[in-house]
């Protein structure tokens, strides 16, 4: 089992719509949580950062954690084509794996106007 | 925000030879940084944690003879492909954290022919 799982889609929308994208995670140590976004032939970019359980809300985007269920969320509000990219999940634990990211196999997105 | 840049964006090279790829922090310092790889439709899996005046910690499976690493600066972590066949063409990706998050430079996508 990975320690990291997230569906890979191919996920199509239509401009406008809500977008939810998810993770499950196995390991019990990760405590921090990012999404990233990909285009293609390029580095990952930063969207969201959180580190504790609930919802966390930057413009169009809202990461979504719980960490009972192991559990993270993004949510895209009024989607745009130019949001078409692939999205990563990424998980870190503290300690001694501080800076180590698990990612999840990314889950692609095309936003269609 | 924080920069990080990567160099070559891409390379072709023969088999046998040897390939390097740097990183820079263009506008702070990183005294760790990080290298991935992704192959085609798959997510990033860390090679190894560059860390500035000290060896570069490899995980698991991968060969620390094959992908030298020196990070001999805060602002310079190098990647080097040594004696690289075929197999070893994928996209290389560096990172390095910044407050809050990771950044990461654009890649490199290497090519052995």
């Known amino acids: 089992q990975k320690e990291v799982e997230q569906d890979p889609g191919p996920l199509s929308v239509p401009e406008g719509a809500i977008v939810s994208l998810n993770c499950t995670y196995s390991?019990?140590?990760?405590?921090?949580f990012m999404w990233y976004r990909q285009y293609s032939r390029k580095g990952p970019e930063l969207l969201m950062y959180?580190?504790?359980?609930g919802n966390k809300e930057d413009g169009r985007f809202t990461a979504q954690v719980d960490k009972s269920s192991k559990y993270i969320s993004l949510f895209i509000r009024d989607s745009q084509p130019s949001d078409s990219a692939t999205y990563l999940c990424?998980?870190?634990?503290?300690?001694?794996?501080?800076?180590?990211?698990?990612f999840g196999q990314g889950t692609i997105l095309t936003v269609h106007p | 925000g924080a920069v990080v840049s990567q160099h070559p964006s891409w390379v072709i090279c023969k088999s046998g030879t040897s390939v390097k790829i740097e990183c820079r922090s263009l506008d702070f310092q990183a005294t760790t940084m990080f290298w991935y790889r992704q192959f085609p439709k798959q997510s990033l899996m860390l090679m190894a944690t560059s860390n500035e005046g000290s060896k570069a910690t490899y995980e698991q499976g991968v060969e620390k003879d094959k992908f030298l690493i020196n990070h001999a600066s805060l602002t310079l972590s190098t990647l080097t492909v040594t004696s690289a066949h075929p197999e070893d063409s994928s996209f290389y990706i560096c990172s390095a954290r910044q407050g809050q998050g990771y950044t990461f430079g654009s890649g490199t996508r290497l090519t052995v022919v």
């Open positions: 959180t580190y504790s359980s």
């Open positions: 990424a998980m870190s634990a503290g300690g001694t794996s501080y800076g180590k990211l698990t």
């Open positions: 390991n019990s140590a990760f405590q921090y």
